[in-house]
């Protein structure tokens, strides 16, 4: 019957008492907290129409987490594209002459056991971490959601399938899986890398996308569509992907800054990027032997990294509690 | 009088600014009177109820002004403690959907004896042997064999009777009841509301029916409170309001339901939708759907103008209304 | 009414003049099954095992039952959302119980459904405009393109809502504003038949009404047929021409409203109208209450012989061993008058018990 019988609904929560589950009573009575475009006495609503991404911009808008990892991430992007604009030095001209001088006018970070500037390598690492993120992440995200959402939506034998083959990925520890299988690579790129995390990465996603997609899949307007005739890719297309899409984009954001992180420790370790090449886990590796003597040419990059990898996860934070309708 | 809510005020703090979900409602029930609380989604029926059992959740929610006194007893004063003592032994409520207010890991035996225990200092298997009693006093068949099941190995009817049960326990002097059998079939829902009606009159209880359903409150109750956006608007002994309505709304809902007895052609349908509590109405908040309404009900909050003895009703043409 | 050739006392109730839906033995049982790898079958849901009825054009069947009853499940396979395990469905006359791809299409434009719960059924990520459109998407032959805005906009109109809110998002609807825009979508493909899985009992009291007297304007308007599926008796006696009560899959009574509410013959129906509470309170004193005992059994576990038995208050041995057949109760074949209507039941007999 009418009343408290509406299934959760984003909007009604605000009231939640915590008491009675889906059909809570304080949140019941909230019900018309929600906006009321058409009021009884027929008034003209003012407010612009609203969608849900809309309703999360502006909320993002307004988080100072946001903010900062906002601008920190547009600055990484930034300077890994054109490292030359804030380092217009080379990041290969060393001296070894200078090997672990601490910071001197014009070299503010000091220079490694090599005598390279740290400062300039520290900046120039900044694209093999920003590639290998933004790139496995991608990867991740386009093969985890596609194979989650074909799973989730038609179940079955492919689902079973599929399922029981990403709990064996589950099973590989991360690092030792890439000791053995990027030491067989000789290729010093970025390439190898992204190719691994994808291959080990898409299960996270795929399990989640499987998951929404299925939640999605049981909502009535989905039968509606199907009652009317559309087509399975229009149903996927339509109206499951974009109410299943938001936790994937959550998870990924925050995945993207573990996967620099792991790209970090694959070059500490020296399967990653090897040398020449700059990397933030190269510039780590090579600083740990002589840390007591020259601590700048490890807290550097290591700094670097710390901050990225945060702000990315900064970021995940704000865009869940954006999406997520339990808090609005 | 055994319970007595007086001008209770209660607003939500939300994002987009206060809601203002209880303004100024006034009820009392006594001892072996079944008072029905009658109102829609949003009237402010049940978050009223759970001010009374001090279970409204605070932030966001918070009361704001009025007194509610049970047994000569301002609640609203009392320490926390001595609160939740009132709660169990002196008055219980029994929500809409027992599958979520009941612990789904525990038995129903160990949930009813967890009453005895606390509010007792019973030992486990005395509480054990109450609990079979209990669920045998709300007709469960084969209680002393279920008494170590899970919820969820109950029916939807079996459970609400579970419910009634534990509101039981401690024989409370008043329960509250939050649409009992909205979740139920109309066969089990004709069972339980017996039920319940027969545990009032032996155990002498007063019963707070909140409920939307004219019919369960034709068939059970003593006397009315019909609420809108927040507020009483007509109460009244269960026989006159049926008769002759003394409120627009009241008339309107009766109006609106179809009848089982008879075959109407159109329906009357109260115009509009019931406002947001973010955005009450001024004056009187119903005047926008109401067919009568004139100038002054859109600038002067009507009080609950005294009908007759025991009648009230907050419409300023309450005359109008009751000669239909 | 002298039906010629009515054997064993079939077909009582005077057909409709122009059938638009015939169903008979309709049977859905979903499998219950053990194992993980290798699943072995142990028994079904029996969910709807047996439905015969026709829908006249232009009329109104509604069905009552309490949950688990099946008549959800009914709803479904009218709307070939899900497959019958058995029976037939036609659609004037031809056989669409298995049609697939673009054959199954096209009969979907005719019959159409509105869901109980006006929260779930809209998509959230589309405006109004979007939702309402689309079956003008799936069907790009119903309205050619540069009419479909104008179409919309005309519906949301017939349904009473402002037309300028096509561009509005469901959430910031009312639970019976979103209702009026589930009707308008299925309203888009001029339907002849509407399949209400019951549409108001989501709303407020006050909003039921609303609705409920919007689809019987539309019904004139645009000469629907409805199969309204509901719990409420009430709503369904206000809105239909005939009714059919189900219990256990099965529909164990079925006729005229005024047959079945006023002269019901199965005990089933019985205890259902008279467990309804009747908002007057001088009703209290001399109702004939029946109180059913115990719960409605499993779908899985069917008792033998009528279903009904284990709950009856008549049940006796025969009961248990005879399954009854949906027909006029031999005791009232050659009785005219309303008490001669399809109730399945052995042991029939008319009992008033709305008054």
Known sequence: MPDQQQPYEPERAVAGTGMGGGMDLA?????????????????RPQDRPRSLWSDAWRDLRRNPVFLVSALVICFLVLIAIWPSLIAPGNPLSCDLARAQDGPSPGHPFGFDGQGCDVYTRTVHGARASVTVGVCATLGVAVL?????????????????????????FFAIPVVLGGLVLLSVVTSNTVWPVVGFIVLLGWPQIYRIARGSVITAKQHDYVQAARALGASDARILLRHIAPNAVAPVIVVATIALGTYISLEATLSYLGVGLKPPSVSWGIEISAASPYVRNAPHALLWPAGALAVTVLAFIMLGDAVRDALDPKLR | MLLEVRDLHVEFRTRDGAAHAVNGVTYAVDAGETLAVLGESGSGKSVTAQAVMGILDMPPGRI??????????????????????????????????????????????????????????????????????????????AAAQRVGDYPHQFSGGMRQRIMIAMALALEPDLIIADEPTTALDVTVQAQVMDLLAELRREYDMGLVLITHDLGVVADVADKIAVMYAGRIVETAPVHDIYKRPAHPYTRGLLDSVPRLDRKGRELYAIKGLPPSLRAVPPGCAFHPRCPMARDVCRTDVPPLYEVSEDRGSACHFWRECLDG | MAEPAAPGGRASTTAPAEPVLEVSGLVKHYPLTQGVLFKKQVGAVRAVDGVDFVLGRGETLGIVGESGCGKSTVAKLLCHLERPTAGTIRYRGEDVTRLSGRALKAVRRNVQMVFQDPYTSLNPRMTVGD??????????????????????????????????????????????????????????????????????????????????????????????????????????????????????????????????????????????????????????????RIILSGDVPSPAAVPSGCRFRTRCFKARERCALEVPELAVPAEFRHQQGPAAHDSACLFAAERQVVR
């Open chain 2, 64 to 141: 704001t002004g009025g007194e509610i006194r049970f047994q000569d007893r301002d609640l609203l004063t009392l320490k926390e403690e001595e609160r939740r003592r009132v709660r169990g032994a002196g008055m219980a409520m029994i929500f809409q959907d027992a599958l979520s207010a009941l612990n789904p890991v525990l038995t129903v035996g160990d949930q009813l004896g967890e009453m005895f225990r606390v509010h007792r200092g019973m030992s486990r298997r005395a509480a054990r042997a109450e609990a079979v009693r209990l669920m045998d006093r709300v007709r469960i068949p």
């Open chain 1, 27 to 43: 949140a019941s009575e909230a019900a018309t907290l929600e906006p009321d475009p058409e009021r009884p006495d027929g008034a």
């Open chain 1, 144 to 168: 985890g959601s596609v194979l989650g959402a074909l799973a989730g939506f038609f179940g079955g034998g492919w689902d079973a399938v599929l399922s029981r083959i990403t709990d064996v």
């Open chain 3, 131 to 288: 939702i309402v459109g689309e079956p003008y998407e799936i069907h790009p032959e119903a309205a050619p393109k540069g009419d479909r805005r104008r179409r919309v906009r005309e519906l949301l109109d017939v349904v009473g809502l402002d037309p300028d809110y096509v561009n509005r998002y469901p959430h910031q609807f009312s639970g019976g504003q979103r209702q009026r825009i589930g009707i308008a979508r299925g309203l888009a493909l001029r339907p002849e038949v509407i399949v209400a899985d019951e549409p108001v009992s989501a709303l407020d009291v006050s909003v039921q009404a609303q609705v409920i007297n919007l689809m019987e304007r539309l019904q004139d308007e645009f000469d629907l047929s409805y199969v309204f599926i509901a719990h409420d008796l009430s709503i369904v006696r206000h809105i239909s021409d005939r009714v059919g009560v189900m219990y256990l899959g099965r529909i164990v009574e079925t006729g005229t409203d005024t047959e079945i509410y006023e002269h019901p013959t199965h005990p089933y129906t019985q205890a259902l109208l008279s467990a309804v509470p009747v908002p007057d309170p001088e009703a209290r004193a001399h109702r004939d």
